[in-house]
Nanobody
């Protein structure tokens, strides 16, 4: 059974930082492309950042220079370091695992609220 479990969300003030974690089980983690997506209230889910199995990264323009995605294959975990957070970053953040576009798994999400 495949599980992606996100953690690390919470309430943070503007300008603050959070690190999200996604622990994967039930898959051969090292060969999957991993990603973080977010969904704000009333909006569609959108890409935040992705990292391929060989470590190549891609970011949404809105988070470039502020967020960093990285993975630890020994721990079957992908991370999202979020710095200089803004109120507009408030959303539920979801972890995604994809292999060859045939296998696509999602976590249940973790809520990030940026507010003073």
């Amino acid at each position: 059974q495949v599980q992606l479990v996100e953690s690390g969300g919470g309430l943070v003030q503007p300008g603050g930082s959070l690190r999200l974690s996604c622990a994967a089980s039930g898959i051969r983690f090292s060969i999957y492309d991993m990603g973080w997506y977010c969904q704000a209230p009333g909006k569609q889910r959108e890409l935040v950042a992705t990292i391929t199995s060989d470590g190549s990264t891609n970011y949404a323009d809105s988070v470039k220079g502020r967020f960093t995605i990285y993975r630890d294959n020994a721990k079957n975990t992908v991370y999202l370091q979020m710095n200089s957070l803004k109120p507009g970053d408030t959303a539920v953040y979801y972890c995604n695992a994809v292999l060859y576009n045939n296998f696509n798994y999602w976590g249940k999400g973790t809520l990030v609220t940026v507010s003073s």
